[in-house]
């Protein structure tokens, strides 16, 4: 499985680009952006993460897995997986089972209907996080919308306790990853050729067998990817788990950040974070593959 | 009981919005017949197809299939199957399963797809392709998919849209000879739709030629070329000059018609216009004949100056000044000699006489 | 083409009154915490209750007059600027190279400019404060400029990619053949061409970073603090209905945005992917 460790291959394949042709030169700028920038700094990362803690800030260059094997040994660490492993997986499947009728429904929405559905997707897209955070704030608060609300109507005595839990976490996450995961999808639906459908009605399949047999197979890539995303940006997320869970809801983002920020344990939170990287890109890699798929027999 | 009409349609009707895109048409369809609906694109024959198909719903009028109305019937019950523009291959099948996926919905039993998909594929000429996918394919090669696709369901009525205007010249006159061939052979009522009047005119058993929604004018392939009824089909089925003029006289069963160009012509009396009716006559350029020499004929014989003369291989083209306007000769090419026609030459155009036609102005 | 406009009205449509429904709860979902924002910020209390308590801008004065959201206000435009400018010109330049033709290694070019924004970031964040820690750039306002760029520049790459699939490249080979160079073609021919593209991307990667938060936690010391992380800070430590204003503010923007994009591009390419 390419990983990291296939740095040579791209560098050289690189080389080859550069030298083939002077139209390449135009990426240059953005390469070398990402070169400086990213490939680089996450290489720093990794050498920092075998490197030997001393405390408050200190460390000493060394070449040893300690950081690793705790993170991925000790039971504390195990839970704190397991928790990030568990709400990434609960917010991706929500969105995706969720999120498939809608981005149906936008995908074959027409006019200004189609419009208003996209700008709606749109919008919570380009707004900020914080932002909508504090929005669930006020929503999920004690003396918020929904609990003021039932409140009123009678429906409960006392205001329920619906921030600072697990399902505000994921409620945060959901949020978050809907926009995207619509439009993933959204864009994939859009491909695929109604006349199929057509097709597949003319010759005898009802109208819950054509969308099975044609849309659904064909949207299955879509879904996959959408689902990948979904997860990696659970996974990583840092603003939701420390603003609407309690100090009982530690995701493997908010041990890294506490590792690097606070303990200043930076070897082993390098480790951690490293170890996020490498789930994320394998993630990456493998919708990048599938998508490869899907562009190949989607030529007619 | 006379032979069985597969397909009626009465009064049909389809309006989109503000447009009307097929205006009542009423059509009747024999058992084992090749009916081309021939017109410009945004005719409606497309539409009417999709009609008979299921894949429209029509705004008034009806539609019969073996007798029977199917209007709101859905089009995976209706007894039809499609051949689209675009073939509409399931990408994500092989060749097998998209040829069998009609059966397959039926609820055929595996073994019986399985021989059928083998014998239609077997017909259609491309046993061997059976785990290939769509993007595998030649455009000809998914052309015959698409058709096995809609035979092996062994449908009444075999619906086909322009389904070779994606092929180049070669390949579509290859593919019309094989068409032919299977609906001979399987004998399938069939209604084929094409703005290419050389399918229409090769492959057709009956021509519909529709324009804007109507019909204009139904008939053998012959008598639409040879006896358009409207200036609209004789101009877009092959090619004719239009010469206005009146009629001057009629005698039995002909008229005379004075051009406006001068010159008269003597044709078959098609209607019983009154004199001096305006008329436009029609005449398609091979049957003119060119001549250095006057004749003493003073009809059928008009005077022109030679402005052009465009060699095309087994004929030529003669752009004849006549009066104010153009017109198209085409005139084989003797062997052996090159053109003996300079422009700006004085010539007699000859028309053979019954190859005119009268047409309303 | 309509997808087939008959076969929907065969019988009563219950599967699209079902489809209508979740979608509705959906997008509603979506959209509430932003509707809510917008309503609270002008609550005349000081607690976040809803429903507001009465009708007020105080929270919208008291924010122009703190003189912390004003300086964290300005620390997010001194670097959201020269971020749209850095990460606008890197990005248009490789959507321009990688639209232009297929070219053996395009997929890895694609996988090189596209990771840094598919990876959470925090990683980003980490990685470059360790980075700048080496080379002496900690808290500094360019450490974090440059951490905005590489996350903004894919999302500018996506967009104009967006905007170049409806753009004839053939015209560069005519301009060429006409005489003009490769520069003069660049500035004569294409930058026009792809002007409302351009723009677009300006305004999409400004936003991307003044509401960047990730990234800006990491690499912000206090006196180059962002909006969004003072924001954070509030939303820890404590809370105030200054934050809806704040917050009420950045959304205005983005829907401003948002509609000068629309404008100039069109809903279908905001639409990116």
């Given at each position: 499985?390419?990983?990291?460790?296939n740095?040579?291959?791209?560098?050289?394949?690189?080389?080859?680009?550069?030298?083939a042709?002077?139209?390449?030169?135009?990426?240059?700028?953005?390469?070398?952006?990402?070169?400086?920038?990213?490939?680089?700094?996450?290489?720093?990362?990794?050498?920092?993460?075998?490197?030997?803690?001393?405390?408050?800030?200190?460390?000493?260059?060394a070449?040893s897995?300690?950081?690793?094997?705790?993170?991925?040994?000790?039971?504390?660490?195990?839970?704190?997986?397991?928790?990030t492993?568990?709400?990434?997986?609960?917010?991706?499947?929500?969105?995706?089972v969720?999120?498939?009728?809608v981005?149906?429904?936008?995908?074959?929405?027409?006019?200004?209907?189609?419009?208003?559905?996209?700008?709606?997707?749109?919008?919570?897209?380009?707004?900020?996080?914080?932002?909508?955070?504090?929005?669930?704030?006020?929503?999920?608060?004690?003396?918020?919308?929904?609990?003021?609300?039932?409140l009123?109507?009678?429906?409960?005595?006392?205001?329920?306790?619906?921030?600072?839990?697990?399902?505000?976490?994921?409620?945060?996450?959901?949020?978050?990853?809907?926009?995207?995961?619509?439009?993933?999808?959204?864009?994939?639906?859009e491909?695929?050729?109604?006349?199929?459908?057509?097709?597949?009605?003319?010759?005898?399949?009802?109208?819950?067998?054509?969308?099975?047999?044609?849309?659904?197979?064909?949207?299955?890539?879509g879904?996959?990817?959408?689902?990948?995303?979904?997860?990696?940006?659970?996974m990583?997320?840092?603003?939701?788990?420390?603003?609407?869970?309690?100090?009982?809801?530690?995701?493997?983002?908010?041990?890294?950040?506490?590792?690097?920020?606070?303990?200043?344990n930076w070897?082993?939170?390098a480790?951690?974070?490293?170890?996020?990287?490498?789930?994320?890109?394998?993630?990456?890699?493998?919708?990048?593959?599938?998508?490869?798929?899907?562009?190949?027999?989607?030529?007619? | 009981?006379?032979?069985?009409?597969?397909?009626?349609?009465?009064?049909?009707?389809?309006?989109?919005?503000?447009?009307?895109?097929?205006?009542?048409?009423?059509?009747?369809?024999?058992?084992?017949?090749?009916?081309?609906?021939?017109?410009p694109?945004g005719?409606?024959?497309?539409?009417?197809?999709?009609?008979?198909?299921?894949?429209?719903?029509?705004?008034?009028?009806?539609?019969?299939i073996?007798?029977?109305?199917?209007?709101?019937?859905?089009?995976?019950?209706?007894?039809?199957?499609?051949?689209f523009?675009?073939?509409?291959?399931?990408?994500?099948?092989?060749?097998?399963?998209?040829?069998?996926?009609?059966?397959?919905?039926?609820?055929?039993?595996?073994q019986?797809?399985?021989?059928?998909?083998?014998?239609?594929?077997?017909?259609?000429?491309?046993?061997?392709?059976?785990?290939r996918?769509?993007?595998?394919?030649?455009?000809?090669?998914?052309?015959?998919?698409?058709?096995?696709?809609?035979?092996?369901?062994?449908?009444?009525?075999?619906?086909?849209?322009?389904?070779?205007?994606?092929?180049?010249?070669?390949?579509?006159?290859?593919?019309?000879?094989?068409?032919?061939?299977?609906?001979?052979?399987?004998s399938?009522?069939?209604?084929?739709?094409?703005?290419?009047?050389?399918?229409?005119?090769?492959?057709?058993?009956?021509?519909?030629?529709?324009?804007?929604?109507?019909?204009?004018?139904?008939?053998?392939?012959?008598?639409?070329?040879?006896?358009?009824?409207?200036?609209?089909?004789?101009?877009?089925?092959?090619?004719?000059?239009?010469?206005?003029?009146?009629?001057?006289?009629?005698?039995?069963?002909?008229?005379?018609?004075?051009?406006?160009?001068g010159?008269?012509?003597?044709?078959?009396?098609?209607?019983?216009?009154?004199?001096?009716?305006?008329?436009?006559?029609?005449?398609?350029?091979?049957?003119?004949?060119?001549?250095?020499?006057?004749?003493?004929?003073?009809?059928?014989?008009?005077?022109?100056?030679?402005?052009?003369?465009?060699?095309?291989?087994?004929?030529?083209?003669?752009?004849?000044?006549f009066?104010?306007?153009?017109?198209?000769?085409?005139?084989?090419?003797?062997?052996?000699?090159?053109?003996?026609?300079?422009?700006?030459?004085?010539?007699?155009?000859?028309?053979?006489?019954?190859?005119?036609?009268?047409?309303p102005? | 083409?309509?997808?087939?406009?008959?076969?929907?009205?065969?019988?009563?449509?219950?599967?699209?009154?079902?489809?209508?429904?979740?979608?509705?709860?959906?997008?509603?979902?979506?959209?509430?915490?932003?509707?809510?924002?917008?309503?609270?910020?002008?609550?005349?209390?000081?607690?976040?209750?809803?429903?507001?308590?009465?009708?007020s801008?105080?929270?919208?004065?008291?924010?122009?007059?703190?003189?912390?959201?004003?300086?964290?206000?300005?620390?997010?435009?001194?670097?959201?600027?020269?971020?749209?400018?850095?990460?606008?010109?890197?990005?248009?330049?490789?959507?321009?190279?990688?639209?232009?033709?297929?070219?053996?290694?395009?997929?890895?070019?694609?996988?090189?400019?596209?990771?840094?924004?598919?990876?959470?970031?925090?990683?980003?964040?980490?990685?470059?404060?360790?980075?700048?820690?080496?080379?002496?750039?900690?808290?500094?306002?360019?450490?974090?400029?440059?951490?905005?760029?590489?996350?903004?520049?894919?999302?500018?790459?996506l967009?104009?990619?967006?905007?170049?699939?409806?753009?004839?490249?053939e015209?560069?080979?005519?301009?060429?053949?006409?005489?003009?160079?490769?520069?003069?073609?660049?500035?004569?021919?294409?930058?026009?061409?792809?002007?409302t593209?351009?723009?677009?991307?300006?305004?999409?990667?400004?936003i991307?970073?003044?509401?960047?938060?990730?990234?800006?936690?990491?690499l912000?010391?206090?006196?180059?603090?962002?909006?969004?992380?003072?924001?954070?800070?509030?939303?820890k430590?404590?809370?105030?209905?200054?934050?809806?204003?704040?917050?009420?503010?950045?959304?205005?923007?983005t829907?401003?945005?948002?509609?000068?994009?629309?404008?100039?591009?069109?809903?279908k390419?905001?639409?990116?992917?």
């Amino acid at each position: 499985m390419p990983t990291l460790n296939n740095h040579p291959g791209w560098a050289v394949q690189l080389k080859q680009v550069f030298q083939a042709r002077k139209f390449v030169w135009i990426f240059l700028p953005s390469v070398l952006m990402a070169l400086v920038f990213f490939f680089i700094p996450v290489f720093s990362l990794l050498r920092i993460s075998f490197y030997e803690n001393v405390g408050m800030g200190v460390y000493h260059p060394a070449l040893s897995l300690n950081g690793y094997i705790k993170f991925l040994t000790d039971p504390f660490y195990l839970r704190v997986i397991f928790f990030t492993l568990k709400i990434a997986v609960l917010v991706t499947s929500i969105s995706l089972v969720a999120g498939y009728p809608v981005a149906y429904y936008v995908s074959r929405a027409e006019g200004l209907k189609k419009i208003i559905c996209l700008l709606l997707i749109i919008v919570p897209l380009w707004t900020n996080l914080i932002v909508r955070i504090y929005g669930w704030f006020v929503i999920l608060g004690q003396k918020g919308l929904i609990n003021t609300l039932l409140l009123n109507i009678g429906l409960i005595d006392q205001p329920l306790s619906m921030i600072f839990q697990p399902l505000s976490v994921v409620i945060g996450l959901l949020d978050m990853v809907f926009p995207w995961v619509l439009l993933i999808m959204i864009s994939v639906m859009e491909g695929i050729d109604w006349s199929l459908i057509e097709a597949a009605r003319d010759l005898g399949a009802s109208r819950f067998q054509s969308f099975y047999e044609v849309t659904f197979k064909l949207s299955i890539p879509g879904v996959v990817v959408g689902g990948l995303f979904a997860f990696v940006w659970s996974m990583g997320e840092y603003a939701v788990p420390s603003l609407l869970g309690s100090s009982a809801q530690r995701t493997i983002s908010i041990e890294v950040a506490d590792q690097i920020l606070t303990v200043l344990n930076w070897p082993f939170g390098a480790s951690i974070a490293f170890t996020l990287f490498m789930i994320s890109v394998s993630v990456l890699f493998i919708s990048n593959r599938l998508t490869q798929k899907n562009a190949d027999y989607m030529i007619r | 009981m006379a032979a069985m009409n597969d397909v009626e349609l009465i009064g049909l009707t389809k309006r989109f919005k503000d447009t009307v895109a097929v205006d009542d048409i009423n059509l009747e369809i024999k058992h084992g017949e090749f009916l081309f609906l021939l017109g410009p694109s945004g005719c409606g024959k497309t539409t009417t197809l999709r009609m008979i198909g299921g894949l429209e719903a029509p705004s008034a009028g009806t539609v019969k299939i073996k007798g029977q109305t199917v209007n709101g019937v859905p089009p995976e019950k209706r007894d039809t199957a499609t051949v689209f523009q675009r073939w509409a291959l399931f990408p994500h099948k092989t060749v097998t399963e998209n040829v069998g996926f009609g059966l397959k919905m039926k609820k055929k039993p595996r073994q019986d797809i399985v021989r059928k998909v083998r014998e239609c594929l077997e017909m259609v000429n491309l046993s061997g392709l059976e785990n290939r996918y769509p993007s595998q394919l030649s455009g000809g090669q998914k052309q015959r998919v698409a058709l096995a696709r809609a035979l092996v369901v062994e449908p009444a009525v075999l619906l086909l849209d322009e389904p070779l205007s994606a092929l180049d010249l070669k390949l579509r006159q290859q593919m019309r000879f094989e068409i032919k061939r299977i609906q001979k052979n399987v004998s399938v009522t069939t209604v084929f739709v094409t703005h290419d009047q050389t399918e229409a005119l090769a492959m057709a058993d009956r021509i519909v030629v529709m324009n804007e929604g109507r019909i204009e004018q139904i008939g053998s392939p012959h008598n639409i070329y040879f006896n358009p009824v409207s200036r609209f089909t004789s101009d877009f089925i092959g090619e004719t000059n239009f010469l206005p003029g009146c009629i001057a006289a009629q005698e039995g069963d002909t008229v005379v018609v004075e051009l406006n160009d001068g010159g008269r012509i003597r044709a078959q009396r098609t209607g019983d216009e009154p004199c001096p009716t305006d008329v436009v006559v029609g005449i398609r350029p091979e049957q003119i004949s060119l001549s250095h020499q006057a004749s003493t004929a003073t009809e059928n014989v008009l005077r022109g100056k030679v402005m052009d003369v465009t060699f095309m291989g087994s004929t030529q083209r003669f752009q004849v000044a006549f009066g104010d306007r153009m017109i198209v000769v085409e005139d084989v090419v003797g062997a052996g000699s090159e053109s003996c026609w300079h422009p700006t030459e004085d010539v007699y155009l000859e028309i053979q006489p019954g190859a005119c036609l009268v047409l309303p102005a | 083409m309509k997808p087939y406009s008959a076969l929907t009205d065969y019988r009563i449509d219950w599967p699209a009154v079902a489809l209508t429904v979740v979608t509705i709860c959906v997008l509603t979902f979506i959209l509430a915490p932003i509707a809510i924002t917008m309503l609270v910020s002008f609550n005349k209390g000081s607690y976040i209750v809803f429903p507001p308590e009465g009708l007020s801008l105080r929270w919208y004065k008291a924010f122009f007059e703190d003189y912390w959201w004003v300086m964290v206000f300005k620390n997010s435009l001194i670097i959201a600027l020269p971020t749209m400018i850095i990460s606008t010109t890197v990005g248009v330049l490789a959507a321009l190279g990688y639209m232009k033709r297929t070219f053996r290694g395009r997929n890895v070019i694609n996988l090189i400019i596209m990771m840094p924004f598919l990876v959470p970031g925090i990683i980003i964040g980490i990685c470059l404060l360790m980075f700048a820690h080496r080379i002496g750039l900690s808290n500094t306002y360019a450490i974090v400029i440059a951490g905005h760029s590489l996350w903004a520049t894919p999302t500018v790459f996506l967009l104009v990619q967006a905007v170049l699939s409806g753009y004839d490249f053939e015209i560069e080979d005519a301009a060429r053949d006409l005489g003009a160079g490769p520069v003069k073609t660049f500035f004569l021919i294409t930058l026009p061409c792809i002007r409302t593209g351009v723009l677009t991307a300006m305004i999409f990667s400004f936003i991307t970073s003044f509401g960047e938060f990730s990234i800006a936690l990491f690499l912000t010391a206090p006196e180059t603090m962002t909006l969004p992380v003072q924001i954070w800070n509030s939303l820890k430590y404590e809370v105030s209905p200054i934050v809806a204003a704040v917050s009420t503010i950045m959304i205005v923007i983005t829907l401003a945005a948002i509609a000068m994009g629309a404008k100039f591009a069109g809903i279908k390419t905001l639409s990116e992917r």
